[in-house]
Structures are given as C-alpha cells and as structure tokens.
C-alpha cells in the first residue's frame, strides 16, 4: 500500500498531535498561530479522511476517542522519532570538535608531539584533550574517545589495544657520563632513582617491582626523589636528576631525540598496555571517526 494512499498529510497530522496533547483547540491553535476554527475545521477533515472519529466533544475541550488515543500515540511517538533523528544529524553536521581523555603522560609524550599530524589532515576538526588520572567513567557523555592505561580490555565498550610496550631504565646522557657504563643489576640499584609512587591504583612499575619481574636478587637503594606523576619523573631525569623508568611508545622520541639514553639491555615486558575506547560507539561524528582512524593507522605505532 502507497504510503501517500494509505496516511493523510503531514501537515493535518501535526495539528492533530498538538490538538490530541492540548485536548483543547483554543490551546492547540494558540501553539500552532492559528485559530480555534482552523483547527476544528482540520480536525473534521481528518476524521472524514479516515472515516474514524478522533474526539468527543465536551465542556471546554475535547476527549480522544479510544481510535483517537491510539492515533495519537503513534502519531507523537513518529514526530519524536523525527525530531530525535533531525537533531543527531544536525549535531553530526555541525559538530566539529571531539573531546578526547588521556592520562598525563600519555597526552605529553604521545598525542602532542603527534597531533600535528592529524590538524593537517583535518585542519576543520579540534581536538580537545581532557587529562586525568582517573579510572574510565563510561557515563561520561562529554568524551568521545578515551585513550585508557590497563591490563587488558578496561571496559565493555568497544576498544582497541594500541600497544603494550617494554619498560627499561632510562637517564639523562650526562648522568651515564658521569656514572659510566651500567652493565649489572647491583651498579644499577646504585645509581641515585627516580621513582613513581602509588600512581592512582595503575601498573606503573616501582623498582622494587621491576628488579622482582628482572628475578634478581639486588635490592634498589631508596630512590632520591618520588612522584606520583610520570611526566614529572621524565622531566627529572632529562634534567639529570637520576635513573628513571622508561614506558617504550612514550618516552622513544626523547630517546631518539638525545634527551634520554635507553639502557635497554635492562627492559622487560610489561602487561600493562594503553587502549582506545570508544565512549559512545553508536554516536559516529566524522570528526570523531577521523581521529580514530588516524590513531589506528598512524604510521609510527606506539609499540616496542
């Protein structure tokens, strides 16, 4: 059956859903800028159309009939249905940021020095990056992607592993100048430490914990300074302040840089990993698939 045959005009449906949610027609042509007259006019058209009367007529207003009332909620229900769907696409189209979570260290050593990148490819697109320590909120309907440090998959939403790196010590090169070659766990444990606290309940290796993964019997000297933010910890070190550890994926540029020295010879593989999540998976903004594409595809991965 032709849809054209088979459903009166948009127009007289919508004056029906205003009559049929004001039961009154005064009211309803008050909304719609028309006149009582107009409106019970249209009505009497409508029920003549579909041979079906829509109202009771009482003191003062109208009644839906039990066809009426069935209209109605059908009715009501599509116009939602529209104005939800008109809305999504206008935000789609006109929407033209994506709020992105990362963690400190993440955002510092990873995402910026590459976000140039992406703002040549997609100069119309901003990228706002929120940064916390925080454990992933899936409520959280302001982030479009979050970028999460965890063991394995940090939630039931779509993600996608981006790298699970190696961890070894890295200093500065005037540091290793001064000290010389390090080529034992026990000259290592000596060396002044730069160690990372209770980093909000996450797996970012201690000393303790890395000698114990290396199974060596060498206990680190207490560390000379502590922090409990990664990204201060490597600026420590570059300054030559002392050893720290080094997450390969975040700290390579300033190796490749000479910033840092790598002494590689030390690393471990850690089973903490960083994961793309996707907040709101079913809400698809190009901007935020764009960014998304360009993370999965960048052409220098973030592994080890």
């Given at each position: 059956?032709?849809?054209?045959?088979?459903?009166?005009?948009?127009?007289?449906?919508?004056?029906?859903?205003?009559?049929?949610?004001?039961?009154?027609?005064?009211?309803?042509?008050?909304?719609?800028?028309?006149?009582?007259?107009?409106?019970?006019?249209?009505?009497?058209?409508?029920?003549?159309?579909?041979?079906?009367?829509?109202?009771?007529?009482?003191?003062?207003?109208?009644?839906?009939?039990?066809?009426?009332?069935?209209?109605?909620?059908?009715?009501?229900?599509?116009?939602?249905?529209?104005?939800?769907?008109?809305?999504?696409?206008?935000?789609?189209?006109?929407?033209?940021?994506?709020?992105?979570?990362?963690?400190?260290a993440f955002a510092a050593f990873w995402l910026l020095p590459r976000l140039p990148q992406f703002c040549d490819l997609h100069p119309d697109v901003e990228v706002r990056i929120v940064t916390s320590q925080a454990q992933l909120d899936p409520s959280n309907q302001d982030i479009d992607v979050s970028i999460v440090f965890a063991k394995s998959n940090p939630s039931t939403l779509p993600s996608h592993l981006l790298c699970i790196g190696d961890v070894f010590p890295v200093c500065s090169p005037a540091l290793l100048e001064q000290y010389g070659a390090i080529k034992s766990?026990?000259?290592?444990?000596?060396?002044?430490?730069?160690?990372?606290?209770?980093?909000?309940?996450?797996?970012?290796?201690d000393w303790r914990g890395f000698f114990k993964q290396r199974r060596s019997q060498v206990k680190p000297s207490d560390p000379v300074l502590t922090f409990n933010n990664y990204t201060l910890l490597v600026q420590a070190a570059i300054a030559g302040q002392g050893v720290g550890l080094g997450w390969g994926g975040l700290v390579d540029d300033l190796v490749d840089t000479g910033m840092l020295t790598a002494l590689r010879s030390f690393s471990l593989t850690s089973e903490w990993g960083y994961f793309l999540v996707e907040i709101n998976a079913k809400d698809?903004?190009?901007?935020?698939?764009?960014?998304?594409?360009?993370l999965l595809t960048e052409h220098r991965p973030i592994q080890t």
């Open positions: 059956m032709l849809l054209k045959k088979a459903i009166p005009s948009a127009q007289s449906l919508l004056v029906f859903e205003v009559a049929a949610r004001h039961l009154n027609f005064t009211s309803a042509a008050q909304e719609l800028g028309s006149t009582q007259s107009a409106v019970s006019q249209q009505m009497r058209g409508l029920e003549r159309q579909l041979e079906l009367q829509l109202f009771t007529r009482i003191y003062r207003g109208v009644a839906l009939t039990h066809s009426g009332q069935q209209l109605y909620e059908a009715v009501a229900s599509g116009f939602q249905q529209m104005a939800d769907c008109l809305q999504k696409l206008q935000k789609t189209r006109c929407r033209r940021y994506i709020n992105v979570a990362s963690d400190f766990h026990k000259k290592l444990a000596a060396l002044p430490l730069l160690n990372l606290g209770d980093y909000a309940g996450q797996g970012w290796l698809r903004l190009p901007a935020k698939q764009h960014f998304i594409d360009w």
